[in-house]
């Protein structure tokens, strides 16, 4: 049995199946997912799991070297955004609009729902190398 980290077997074996420049997502319970992108879903109830506690597990194992938000997060949930800006602080990062948020969900290659009920917080995250240069 895993001793530490993700014990979520689907979880664990996509995030460990990562190859540099795949992309995934973390999102609430409401988000749409394409038809055709694997869905790894936590949620259990509204707030269980939550997008920090869900993206605090991923980034303890998932090297990311980009992230994409939608630009409604400014506004809607500052508070978010400040905790997703102190988890990725040296990481590049863009701001889209909502619609073009779910428009690139296209290509990711899985999705991580949580059972995160505030406004937009979801996340498109760039698989990164986990070795120096």
């Known amino acids: 049995m895993k001793k530490r980290g993700i ?7 996509l995030i460990a199946g990562l190859g ?5 997502m973390i999102a609430d319970g409401g988000m749409p997912i394409p038809k055709g992108v694997e869905i ?3 949620a259990l109830c509204g707030g269980v799991p939550t997008f920090r506690q869900t993206m605090d597990a991923v980034l303890d194992e998932a090297e990311v070297e980009f992230y994409t938000v939608a630009e409604e997060i400014v506004e809607k949930n500052e508070v978010l955004l400040s905790y997703i800006r102190e988890k990725l ?3 590049e990062s863009e701001m889209v609009s909502h619609v ?3 428009e690139r969900t296209k290509n990711i290659k899985f999705a991580v729902r949580t059972g995160e009920f505030t406004p937009y917080p979801n996340i498109i995250l760039r698989a990164g190398v986990a070795f120096p240069a």
């Open 40 to 42: 790894v879903d936590l």
């Open 20 to 24: 540099h420049k795949d992309e995934f």
């Open 89 to 91: 602080p040296d990481v």
């Open 7 to 13: 014990i979520n077997a689907r979880l664990a074996g």
């Open 100 to 102: 073009e948020l779910k």
